[in-house]
């Protein structure tokens, strides 16, 4: 099977404007998380999605969105950039084959988005 | 709210020797505890995971305890290899896919 895969890779944006980033999971699978990665704060929790919904989110700011579509693939919208922004922003997919307990992980190879 | 601390940040090993890493994790309903390891501008890569009605895991040179009374667990390498260098992360979730991270541990094994 294919892995996860993010696009684009690479974003260089300036301050002010908005972004929309790309995730789509491993064939199957029905969860697809979002994290942003900084040197200063690690790897934090952004929000999922499971089946269209948004299930479970973790304390960014409105500016911060996402969305999923049925057929699983993912996209986060950032509006209204900031220099704070600039992170490396990956994805993972898991099968959620139970529903709620969580199942593995696996993550994309990120998109690294630098804010000017 | 939920947190999890991994230490030490960083860890220095000579080749053969074993590295322990530990996290503790501060919301008792957590039920899934990963590792990952991450390669410099890699993905992070599953390399064992545990859940809370499992004391112990093995998978060959790789190691987890969990010690659910504590809220804390711990990974273990042992003869370790300079293909081990890299960062590991544990994390813990209580349920679904969102992960709460430690802060990452950079592991060193000179050869």
């Known amino acids: 099977k294919a892995g996860v895969t993010q696009t684009p890779r690479y974003l260089i944006k300036t301050r002010g404007q908005q972004v929309t980033l790309s995730c789509s999971p491993i064939?199957?699978?029905?969860?697809v998380s979002w994290y942003q990665q900084t040197p200063g704060q690690g790897l934090q929790f952004l929000f999922e999605y499971f089946s269209e919904t948004q299930r479970n989110k973790g304390n960014f700011p409105g500016r911060f969105s996402g969305r999923q579509f049925s057929n699983s693939r993912s996209e986060m919208n950032v509006s209204t950039l900031e220099l704070g922004d600039s992170a490396l922003y990956l994805c993972a997919s898991s099968h959620a084959r139970s529903g709620a307990s969580t199942d593995t992980q696996y993550f994309g190879p990120g998109t690294r988005l630098t804010v000017l | 709210g939920e947190n999890v601390e991994q230490h030490p940040s960083t860890l220095s090993v000579q080749e053969g020797d074993s590295a322990v890493i530990k996290c503790t994790y501060s919301?008792?309903?957590?039920?899934?505890f990963p590792w990952y390891k991450q390669e410099l501008g890699k993905r992070p890569q599953l390399i064992i995971d545990?859940?809370?009605?499992?004391g112990e895991k093995k998978d060959q040179r790789i190691a987890v305890t969990l010690n659910k009374t504590a809220k804390h667990f711990s990974l273990h390498i042992t003869e370790t290899q300079p293909e081990d260098s890299a960062v590991y992360f544990c994390a813990a979730s209580e349920w679904g896919g969102k992960l709460i991270f430690g802060q990452g541990t950079e592991l060193s094994v000179k050869p």
């Open positions: 919301d008792s309903a957590s039920n899934y």
């Open positions: 064939s199957g699978h029905r969860s």
């Open positions: 545990i859940r809370s009605n499992v």
